[in-house]
C-alpha cells in the first residue's frame, strides 16, 4: 500500500486538537525537567509556575503541557534512561507536589493545573506494578508477571481508571514501555488475543473519556494492532533525547506510520544550542535548528524541554503562528526514493510537501548530506525534462535562490546540513514573467495551509497571497519574481493583523 493511499478520514488528523495542533512544554526523558527541578530543595510545584511565567516572558505561545514518569510513585528506583519501577498509583507523589498531601481533593494534579493555567496535559504513564493499588484495593483479577502485570478485562479496567482522571485537563494518555510490559506478562504473549485485548481496552477506555493516546517504545505488532482504534493518534518514532544516535531522524518511521494512519512523534527536544546546567541532561545541543525542524516536519507534537532562560524563543516560534498553532506540511517527512535506489540505509535524504489552492504542490527537502546537489527525483519531480523554469529553489539557510535543474548545488547551513523549498512557478498566461510565491520565510514551514491560503493572482507587476494571521502579528511574506531570463529577485510584503482573520496581501515588483 502506498504511504498516500489511506483515505484522509482513517488518518489522524494533524490539527486534530489543540494538543496535536499546537506547540507544547514537555519534560520527557532528556530534557531539563526530568527527574530534576533545576533548583536545590525545590519541589516541581515551587517550579513549574516560574517555568510557565518565563515562557510568557519570552512570548513562547505554548498550549500544551506534558508531565513524564516522574510525578507518580514507582515500585523501584529509576535508573538513568528511565527505566525500572513498575507503577504502584497513577497519582501525584506528595514529594512531587506537596499540595496533594495537604489539600486532598484540591492539592496535587488538580492544584498544579490551576497554576499553569489549565492547560490540556500529555502525561506519561509506564507498565503496571503486581504491587499496585489497583490489584490489592479493586475488584479486578489481574495477570501478574515477576514485576509486571496486566488486568484481565482491559476495557473495564481502562474505563475505571481513565474516569478517574476527570478535571484536570489530561487529553492525552502516554504509554510509554509498552514492549516492556510485553515481554513481562506471559499472558500477552501466550494468549492468542490478549494482546489485542490489551490495545483495544485501553484505546476503548480512553475514547469514553475523549482522550487521544500516544504510544511509547511500541513493538511493530502493537502499533499495526492499535492503528485499528481512533484514539491511538501517534507513537514515538524516534529513540529518547539526548540517549540514541540519530534521534532526530524520524523519516523512516514515519513512513510506516503514516500509511497506517499514525503521527510520528519525533522526541522533545532542547531549543538552544547553551549547556542546560541544573537539568537531568546537560548537553549542550549541537543543532537546535535541525532538532526543532524534525519535529515540525513530523506533523505530530512540538515539544521544547529547555530549562528557565534557556529556550530559545525565536527558534520555538519559527515552528508557529503567535496562537501557537504548528505551521506543517500536509504529511510527515519521508525518505526520499533515492535512498531505496541507492540502497544506502544510512541515507538522510528526507522530503515532505505541501498544497496551496492556485499554486501546486510546495516541495520541502531535507539532506544530511552537506555538498550533495538537489535533483528533481529526490523530491519526487520527474528530472528526464525539467523544464527550466517550471519551478524555483530556496535554499532556507542561505536565502539563496535559483531554478530547479537537473543537478542544483546546495550550501549547507551553519549546523551542516541543507534546508530547501522547491516552488512551482506561477505566472500570466505564456508571458515570461513568473513567481515563485516563499511565504513566510521565518518559518520552518513557509508554505503552510494554515498561513497561506491560496494564490489570489500572478500578474505582470504583483502576486497577491490569500493569508491568515493572529490579531496582533505583523507577517512578513516574500515571493521571488523571475524576469524570463535567468535572474531570480526576492521580493517582500508584510500585513498587520488587529483581528484573527484573512487578508490578501500583495507583493509587488
Known amino acids: 500500500m502506498h504511504a498516500d493511499s ?48 518565563s515562557h510568557e516572558a519570552a512570548g513562547v505561545p505554548f498550549r500544551h503541557w506534558q508531565f513524564d514518569s516522574w510525578f507518580y510513585p514507582k515500585d523501584a528506583k529509576v535508573d538513568p534512561g528511565g527505566g525500572g519501577g513498575g507503577v504502584t498509583n497513577w497519582t501525584a507523589m506528595p514529594s512531587v507536589f506537596p499540595s496533594e498531601a495537604t489539600q486532598p481533593h484540591k492539592g496535587g494534579m488538580a492544584a498544579i493545573s490551576e497554576k ?16 499496585s493499588d489497583y490489584i490489592r484495593n479493586l475488584s479486578f483479577t489481574w495477570q501478574v508477571g515477576p514485576k509486571w502485570a496486566m488486568a484481565d478485562d482491559p476495557l473495564a479496567f481502562f474505563s475505571y ?23 513481562g506478562v506471559d499472558a500477552l ?21 475523549n482522550l487521544s493516546i500516544q504510544y511509547c517504545m511500541p513493538y511493530a505488532n502493537d502499533i499495526l494492532s492499535g ?14 533525547y539526548f540517549h540514541a544516535e540519530h534521534q532526530w531522524a524520524v523519516g523512516g518511521t514515519a513512513l510506516l506510520y503514516w500509511a497506517l494512519g499514525l503521527l510520528p512523534f519525533k522526541d522533545g527536544f532542547y531549543s538552544s544550542s547553551a549547556k542546560q546546567v541544573g537539568g537531568q541532561t546537560v548537553g549542550p545541543e549541537t543543532d537546535p535548528d535541525r532538532e526543532a525542524l524534525m ?44 535512498c531505496f535506489l541507492a540502497s544506502e540505509p544510512a541515507c538522510f535524504v528526507y522530503h515532505t510537501y505541501a498544497a496551496i489552492t492556485n499554486l501546486g504542490t510546495v516541495h520541502y ?22 523544464k527550466a523554469d517550471a519551478y524555483a529553489v530556496y535554499n532556507w539557510y542561505t536565502g539563496e535562490a535559483s531554478l530547479l535543474e537537473p543537478s542544483t548545488p546546495l550550501a549547507a547551513g551553519y549546523e551542516g546540513h541543507v534546508y530547501a523549498m522547491v516552488v512551482p512557478l506561477v505566472g500570466p498566461g505564456d508571458l515570461p514573467a513568473k513567481w515563485a510565491p516563499l511565504g513566510e520565510i521565518g518559518k520552518y514551514v513557509p508554505l503552510s495551509s ?58 509587488e515588483r
Open 295 to 338: 519535529s515540525v516536519l513530523s506533523c505530530a507534537m512540538v515539544g521544547p524541554m529547555d530549562g528557565i532562560g534557556l529556550l530559545n524563543a525565536s527558534r520555538v516560534n519559527a515552528a508557529c503562528r503567535a496562537d501557537g498553532i504548528v505551521l506543517k506540511p500536509d504529511r510527515p517527512v519521508f525518505p526520499s526514493d533515492t
Open 116 to 131: 499553569l493555567g489549565h492547560m490540556p496535559m500529555v502525561m506519561h504513564n509506564r507498565q503496571w506494578s503486581p504491587d
Open 6 to 53: 489511506l483515505p484522509l478520514e482513517q488518518r489522524t488528523d494533524p490539527y486534530r486538537d489543540v494538543t496535536h495542533s499546537s506547540i507544547g512544554f514537555w519534560t520527557d526523558n532528556g530534557g531539563y525537567y526530568h527527574y530534576a527541578t533545576g533548583e536545590a530543595n525545590a519541589t516541581y510545584e515551587d517550579v513549574l509556575p516560574k517555568v510557565k511565567s
Open 189 to 209: 504473549q501466550t494468549n492468542l488475543t490478549f494482546a489485542d485485548e490489551w490495545l483495544a481496552g485501553m484505546a476503548g477506555g480512553a475514547a469514553k473519556s
Open 365 to 386: 527537502h531535507y539532506n544530511d548530506k552537506a555538498g550533495q546537489p538537489l535533483t528533481p527525483e529526490m523530491v519526487s519531480i520527474d528530472g528526464a525534462d525539467p
Open 450 to 507: 494554515k498561513r497561506v491560503l491560496q494564490v489570489v493572482m500572478a500578474g505582470t507587476t504583483a502576486l497577491e497571497l490569500e493569508v491568515y494571521g493572529v490579531a496582533g502579528e505583523v507577517v512578513e511574506l516574500c515571493a521571488l519574481y523571475f524576469d524570463g531570463t535567468a535572474h531570480l529577485t526576492k521580493l517582500c510584503a508584510s500585513a498587520t493583523f488587529e483581528a484573527d482573520g484573512r487578508k490578501t496581501v500583495s507583493i
Open 161 to 183: 481508571f481513565f474516569e478517574q482522571q476527570r478535571g484536570w485537563g489530561l487529553v492525552m494518555y502516554e504509554q510509554d514501555w509498552m514492549c516492556t510490559e510485553y515481554d
Open 227 to 240: 492503528s485499528q482504534h481512533a484514539a491511538v493518534t501517534n507513537a514515538r518514532a524516534t529513540g529518547d
